[in-house]
């Protein structure tokens, strides 16, 4: 069973920078591919950023040249940098897990398991 633990994120003006954290564990595949996602009231859950076993990494054109995906293996441990932030980008944010491919166009439901989530505020 892969287990999400998340941490990070909270409040910051407009222009500032939060990093996200999420540690993961039970892997039993050979192949994955980790995303994060964020959900603000009212809107579908979208995607933000994923990274595969090979550490390839896709975005979303919201945050393209402000975020950053990336993965430690050695701690088993997925971030998200976020630099530049703005109001928009307010919202939960979630990591997950899937076990085989996938890229910022793989849809939230074939993702296999998920963080509880952590809530990023940005204020103007």
């Known amino acids: 069973q892969v287990q999400l633990v998340q941490s990070g994120g909270g409040s910051v003006q407009s222009g500032g920078s939060l990093r996200l954290s999420c540690a993961a564990s039970?892997?039993?595949?050979?192949?994955?591919?980790m995303g994060w996602f964020r959900q603000a009231p009212g809107n579908e859950r979208e995607g933000v950023a994923t990274i595969d076993i090979f550490g390839t990494t896709t975005y979303a054109d919201s945050v393209k040249g402000r975020f950053t995906i990336s993965q430690d293996n050695a701690k088993n441990t997925l971030y998200l940098q976020m630099n530049s932030l703005k109001p928009e980008d307010t919202a939960m944010y979630y990591c997950a897990y899937r076990s085989t491919w996938c890229s910022i166009s793989t849809a939230s439901h074939d993702y296999n398991y998920w963080g509880r989530g952590t809530q990023v505020t940005v204020s103007s």
């Open positions: 039970g892997f039993t595949y050979s192949s994955y591919c």
